[in-house]
């Protein structure tokens, strides 16, 4: 299909700079957003931005942040406050049906509050009487495995530490976190294939590389700092290949806010040489086609294979099975675009595969990542500078916060080292993830829900189920800086927590502290915020999880609960001992600026794998998984849309079967909605269908047509039909085949049984579905200004 431009200007430049300013003042934080902005990711007593996982360059820059974590910074800075107030002048059955935008802009939460049902509304209550609801209500449970402990990248590491340490000394591994829904295909296949379910790349690699493969990244909206690496590198001579199912225009050409050549005299850089645009969950099918010319032309590193692998004999028997048909259907990339693709990394001395969601989050995740480690693998590529495997994560510290234990599948290797360490008996059975966690609280399982952070039932799918399923509980517990929707489901005993924010001090009666996080690249780096806190009932997240431990366990635990959360240092030093490369943790924090890397092994070659070798992997799922569903996706839908006509008359296309993926806007970050603006994607409203223009002609449908969305029932499932819309038809450069609508709104068309089979993740990227021009009442919603 033809390409379509749709936003004609540079990625950042002028437009970044105004809508970040337009957000402080938004947010009414102007000049104490800024005083943060200035003091975000800088070396010296700044603190780090919790906007993205992004490494920070070497060099230092007097600002040093983008215009994501402008938007962040300028949320979490506003005075604005949802305190007693507020909560008297709202029920809870009102705010229910509140945006997910009007919710972000009713102010810090400032005071801890608990449900009162017979108002509906949030009353406050003290600290103390809270800590004891907890305590009480822990101790009536018949077993540790009743209550689900939830976090969100958002915690840093000291705090983290703790909370997992409690949990586990309450006895349960019920520890279900954000990269349960984010990269965990990344987390297992490469611990499984490499023996380290993170990134070998450092910073510095993209200053070296020759080929970067990008997958299923929008970095313009979601981490923008990356585009800086991507144009220098490219103007050293890297070439750089975008395979996304969209074209998005913020990787066009850049414009750097950081240069002044760029923004006076309106200059930008290239970054990205091609896009190929395969279809939806094509990834793993176009890998196969690069992997299956490389073997069958000997183009592989086979010095590489041989001393530093096991599986490749298996995995070229399946590569050898796989036609070019089968290739070429599967990806939706012709036989001789993948094969110049793959000529171009048999002649690359340095590649760097780097990919996000649009790789993880599908039923074949897991095939897909691990076919990007076999490529790796194939042309040794691990190991050396300049190449790599880059994930990138996109939460500040969700990285770090698995580093530090939050795991419901914990190595016994940590559960071994925390028995020593602390001098009890740790839980040993696997505890619930995202996924069986959400299962289990819509079965009844589950009578504790607590949330450090996050937005657990939005960001999961099923988002309705779960919410239900809150309100049937004896306990939740939430611990965040911001109202959200989860929280506005009580159950009988309903709690929230005000907690400190990344920008503001931390002081206790051992002095200010700083904590520590974890990037996409395994630098363990330090981060203090400045600010006044906005008001003086918050406590720190790491006195939070010390005070409902003291009162659960009782003063007299031999943990010093008190103590690690006045002096984080003494954290450190229990970390230093529990954790792997954490030795000297205190002196190393303080050794320079930037902190330190944690020792990576495969990085050098050092394969901590069962086999003691890297280890290639056959793929689980056909290549052709995406073509085959909708397919029977055709069959299945051809006896419920039959009868259904469209507006003009004419017969609706039983025969079109479409592949939906979920999409972020740039006005957003995770499940926070910041505006209604996506400046790359020309839209200002969030009730949208994306549709390439083409596939709109030849519907006979037009651009802003009200279109339902439906997804039939999961075979695998009692489930039913589920829909949403109407949604505005809206164009975008997309594959054929292919439409897109925005996170959270269409959660809801993701079920909880449609996820990977190792990691467990929902299949928020692919799900099939038809659609239905529909008449609308003539006061539908118009675009928000």
């Given at each position: 299909m033809r390409k379509i431009p749709v936003y004609s200007h540079p990625a950042a430049g002028w437009p970044a700079l105004i809508s970040s300013a337009r957000k402080l003042m938004?947010?009414?934080?102007?000049?104490?957003?800024?005083?943060?902005?200035?003091?975000?990711?800088?070396?010296?007593?700044?603190?780090?931005?919790?906007?993205?996982?992004?490494?920070?360059?070497?060099?230092?820059?007097?600002?040093?942040?983008?215009?994501?974590?402008?938007?962040?910074?300028?949320?979490?800075?506003?005075?604005?406050?949802?305190?007693?107030?507020?909560?008297?002048?709202?029920?809870?059955?009102?705010?229910?049906?509140?945006?997910?935008?009007?919710?972000?802009?009713?102010?810090?939460?400032?005071?801890?509050?608990?449900?009162?049902?017979?108002?509906?509304?949030?009353?406050?209550?003290?600290?103390?009487?809270?800590?004891?609801?907890?305590?009480?209500?822990?101790?009536?449970?018949?077993?540790?495995?009743?209550?689900?402990?939830?976090?969100?990248?958002?915690?840093?590491?000291?705090?983290?530490?703790?909370?997992?340490?409690?949990?586990?000394?309450?006895?349960?591994?019920?520890?279900?976190?954000?990269?349960?829904?984010?990269?965990?295909?990344?987390?297992?296949?490469?611990?499984?294939?490499?023996?380290?379910?993170?990134?070998?790349?450092?910073?510095?690699?993209?200053?070296?590389?020759?080929?970067?493969?990008?997958f299923g990244q929008n970095p313009a909206t979601n981490h923008p700092r990356m585009l800086e690496m991507l144009a220098h590198a490219h103007q050293q001579g890297c070439c750089i290949i975008s395979i996304n199912p969209m074209r998005e225009q913020g990787l066009r050409k850049f414009k750097n806010p950081q240069k002044p050549s760029h923004m006076v005299a309106g200059q930008s850089d290239d970054m990205v040489d091609e896009v190929i645009q395969i279809q939806i969950g094509g990834d793993a099918a176009l890998l196969t086609g690069i992997a299956k010319w490389l073997t069958k032309n000997k183009r592989m590193n086979q010095h590489f294979i041989h001393e530093h692998?096991?599986?490749?004999?298996?995995?070229?028997?399946?590569?050898?099975?796989?036609s070019w048909t089968d290739v070429e259907r599967g990806s939706g990339i012709s036989q001789e675009q993948i094969i110049a693709i793959a000529k171009l990394v048999a002649d690359s001395p340095a590649t760097i595969c780097t990919w996000g969601m649009g790789i993880t989050q599908h039923v074949q995740g897991d095939d897909n990542v691990a076919m990007i480690a076999n490529l790796l693998l194939l042309m040794g590529m691990i190991g050396i500078d300049g190449a790599g495997a880059s994930p990138v994560r996109g939460h500040s510290n969700v990285q770090g916060d698995r580093t530090m234990g939050i795991h419901e599948r914990p190595a016994q290797k940590l559960l071994d080292s925390l028995e020593r360490v602390f001098k009890r008996p740790m839980p040993q059975e696997h505890g619930y993830d995202v996924v069986t966690g959400a299962k289990a609280l819509i079965a009844g399982k589950l009578k504790v829900f607590m949330s450090m952070g996050g937005n657990y039932a939005v960001a999961a799918p099923d988002t309705s189920a779960i919410q239900q399923a809150l309100t049937t509980t004896q306990l939740n517990i939430f611990v965040g800086t911001k109202l959200n929707e989860t929280m506005l489901y009580p159950s009988a005993n309903n709690l929230i927590f005000p907690c400190l924010g990344r920008t503001e001090r931390i002081v206790t009666a051992k002095g200010e502290q700083f904590a520590t996080i974890e990037d996409s690249m395994c630098q363990i780096v330090p981060t203090q915020g400045k600010l006044k806190p906005v008001s003086d009932m918050l406590k720190s997240e790491a006195q939070i999880v010390a005070d409902i431990a003291t009162y659960v366990f009782g003063s007299g635990s031999s943990i010093p609960w008190q103590a690690m959360s006045e002096d984080f240092d003494i954290v450190r030093d229990y970390i230093a001992q529990a954790i792997d490369g954490f030795e000297n943790f205190n002196q190393r924090i303080r050794a320079t600026e930037r902190g330190f890397h944690l020792y990576h092994p495969a990085r050098h070659r050092v394969w901590n794998t069962d086999s003691g070798k890297a280890q290639f992997e056959v793929p689980q799922y056909s290549i052709t998984y995406v073509a085959a569903q909708m397919t029977e996706a055709t069959l299945s839908f051809k006896d419920h849309a039959k009868d259904i006509d469209n507006n003009d008359g004419s017969q609706h296309n039983t025969q079109k079967i479409w592949q939906l993926t979920s999409v972020r806007s740039h006005d957003q970050f995770n499940t926070m909605i910041f505006g209604y603006n996506d400046r790359y994607r020309q839209t200002n409203r969030r009730d949208v269908l994306f549709m390439h223009p083409d596939e709109i002609s030849r519907l006979g449908w037009q651009k802003g047509d009200p279109v339902m969305v439906t997804r039939h029932a999961n075979k695998n499932s009692s489930d039913q039909p589920r829909q949403l819309g109407p949604l505005v038809l809206t164009e975008m450069d997309i594959a054929s085949n292919a439409v897109a609508a925005y996170y959270p709104e269409c959660n809801d068309l993701f079920d909880l049984d449609t996820h990977a089979p190792n990691s467990h993740i929902p299949a928020y990227k692919s799900t099939t579905v038809f659609l239905q021009r529909v008449d609308v009442d003539a006061g539908m919603a118009e675009p928000v200004s």
């Open positions: 938004d947010y009414q934080t102007f000049l104490r957003g800024s005083v943060s902005v200035l003091k975000s990711n800088q070396p010296q007593g700044g603190f780090d931005c919790p906007g993205c996982a992004w490494p920070d360059h070497k060099s230092h820059k007097a600002i040093d942040v983008c215009e994501n974590g402008i938007k962040v910074v300028a949320s979490e800075t506003m005075t604005k406050k949802a305190d007693a107030a507020f909560f008297a002048r709202h029920t809870v059955t009102e705010l229910q049906q509140w945006s997910g935008y009007e919710l972000e802009h009713s102010g810090r939460l400032s005071e801890p509050v608990y449900y009162d049902a017979a108002q509906d509304r949030y009353l406050p209550i003290s600290w103390e009487a809270a800590y004891q609801c907890i305590a009480e209500q822990l101790g009536q449970l018949d077993s540790p495995d009743e209550a689900l402990f939830y976090t969100s990248g958002r915690v840093t590491n000291e705090p983290a530490f703790m909370y997992q340490l409690f949990v586990r000394c309450f006895g349960t591994n019920n520890l279900p976190d954000c990269s349960n829904m984010c990269h965990e295909p990344t987390s297992v296949m490469l611990g499984k294939q490499l023996g380290v379910g993170k990134a070998t790349v450092r910073l510095e690699d993209f200053e070296q590389a020759k080929l970067i493969l990008m692998t096991l599986g490749y004999e298996a995995l070229d028997v399946w590569l050898r099975q796989q």
